[in-house]
């Protein structure tokens, strides 16, 4: 019969661990990318609206000129969900 039957062993608690490491990272690394993502697409519409107005197409400038302030305050949201 053996005496540690009711016991977890060592392994298992590192494998718990390395998982709640693992999911945790994950996690972090999701959040952190959709934080960049946002940021990108934010410096992208300024330098797109940037470009129509060099070209001399105000309307278009103006439309995609107003997207940044959408993409930094969801940037902003992704960051505080951490």
Known sequence: MDIDAGKAAPADYLNASVRNVDSKL????ANNTLHTTLLVCGFLSIAASLGFQAAGKKHEALFVGQWPTAFFILAIGARQLR
């Open 26 to 29: 994950k996690e972090e690394t």
